[in-house]
């Protein structure tokens, strides 16, 4: 669990060239500069910790690329002690990102390996989300409503159970698309019964499926 001078060094360049890329947020990129990236990557990968990709993390899932966590994370304007609904633990980095940003955070994963392994790790590293095992199109009523949502992975369409769990005055982002692509969607709702929806252009997650894993 080392985070050497070396990694923080790469992970300074990483931030660099995030923000040549268009993040403007300076509360985003310091929290880019804080997550250990490299101790959210399989084995196999570590030395690509800090390139601007998305990796492999097993169960044919990926940890996003850097800059789509940070380009997720500065459209949703995470403030301070705002419940955050995350659907797609994965890897846990989004997930430690948010929280770096003062969000309470809810993640849901539906690949039972993946919860179990990011779970453990997040708890390692004194990440304190609320955990959860199970189906993200159907949302965490229990603990909403959420003043944001993030979905981390290509959804057919807007979930209605998630509007739901949003706030008025809430806002939530979903990559929405197929397997050849998705648009980034942002969902604002203006009152209990009306939404203004916006795109912010294209990306490629992989897709969110149905169900739990077992
Ligand atoms: N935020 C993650 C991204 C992981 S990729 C990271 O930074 O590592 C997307 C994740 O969404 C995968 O782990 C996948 O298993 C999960 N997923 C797909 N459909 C889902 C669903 N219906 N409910 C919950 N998680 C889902």
Redesign the pocket.
């Known amino acids: 669990m080392e985070d050497s001078f070396r990694h923080k060094g790469l992970r300074k360049k990483l931030v660099d060239e995030i923000r040549s890329k268009g993040i403007k947020c300076e509360r985003v990129l310091a929290a880019i500069n804080t997550v250990p990236r490299h101790l959210f990557m399989e084995s196999g990968f570590l030395n690509f910790s800090y390139k601007d990709s998305a990796f492999p993390?097993g169960?044919g899932?990926?940890?996003?690329q850097p800059y789509t966590?940070a380009f997720q994370t500065e459209l949703l304007d995470i403030k301070p002690l705002e419940k955050v609904l995350e659907?797609?633990?994965?890897?846990?980095?989004?997930t430690a990102v948010l929280l770096e940003m003062g969000a309470k955070v809810y993640t849901?994963?539906?690949?039972h390996e993946?919860y179990v392994r990011s779970k453990t790790l997040l708890e390692k590293l004194n990440y304190t989300p609320h955990f959860f095992y199970g189906?993200?199109?159907k949302g965490k009523p229990t603990y909403g409503p959420y003043h944001k949502i993030l979905v981390?992975?290509g959804a057919p369409e807007i979930p209605a159970d998630l509007i739901k769990q949003l706030m008025v005055g809430g806002k939530m982002v979903i990559p929405v698309g197929d397997s050849t692509g998705q648009k980034m969607m942002m969902v604002e709702k203006i009152s209990e019964t009306e939404t203004r929806i916006s795109n912010h252009g294209r990306f490629a997650f992989?897709p969110?499926?149905?169900g739990t894993s077992k």
């Open positions: 993390i169960a899932q990926t940890i996003s966590v659907i797609g633990t994965g890897s846990g980095y989004q849901i994963e539906r690949q993946l189906d993200g199109y981390t992975a992989v969110m499926l149905k």
